[in-house]
């Protein structure tokens, strides 16, 4: 019976980050599409280069996603992975959150970075913190 619950759980978590990962992509694909369909306006003129940070965080984005989308299909199709493969995915996240906060005190790329770090980052929302109840205690339980 033990087997049977782990493998429920193994698969839940899977299936939930399969779906967090899809819709990960898609926000992040659809704020690429809208970005893309604006003219440049006033925002160029204080934030000069915010399509470029902009498509440079919606790239690491889609990364993120892919990488929480591998290890979900690896869940799913009932590869042994290690709870900490599972948190590991989100450690570049927060690294990235925290440098993410430290460059916008850059005093030329600052306002681009402030600028592009909302909608730029939206397909990390998903998983970052739809999943926290699932990794937030796994990650607080292997950690004691």
């Known amino acids: 019976m033990e087997s ?3 493998l429920m759980t193994v698969r ?8 967090c ?3 990960g992509i898609i926000a992040t694909l659809a704020t690429v599409r809208n970005v893309m369909h604006r003219k440049a306006d006033d925002l160029t003129d204080t934030a000069p280069l915010f399509r470029q940070m902009f498509f440079l965080f919606s790239a690491i984005n889609i990364a993120f996603n892919l990488a929480l989308g591998l290890i979900a299909v690896a869940l799913l199709l009932g590869f042994p992975i290690s709870w900490w ?19 916008w005190r850059h005093p030329r790329l600052g306002m681009s970075i402030g ?9 990390i ?6 999943l926290l109840p699932i990794w937030g205690p796994i990650a607080l339980w292997l950690a004691v």
């Open 4 to 6: 049977a619950s782990a």
């Open 85 to 103: 493969q599972f948190v590991a995915v989100f450690v570049p996240q927060v690294i990235y959150f925290v440098s993410l906060g430290v460059l």
């Open 21 to 23: 990962a899809g819709l």
């Open 125 to 130: 929302t998903f998983p970052f913190f739809c």
């Open 12 to 19: 839940i978590v899977g299936g939930t980050s399969a779906v």
């Open 115 to 123: 600028a592009a770090t909302g909608c730029g980052n939206v397909g």
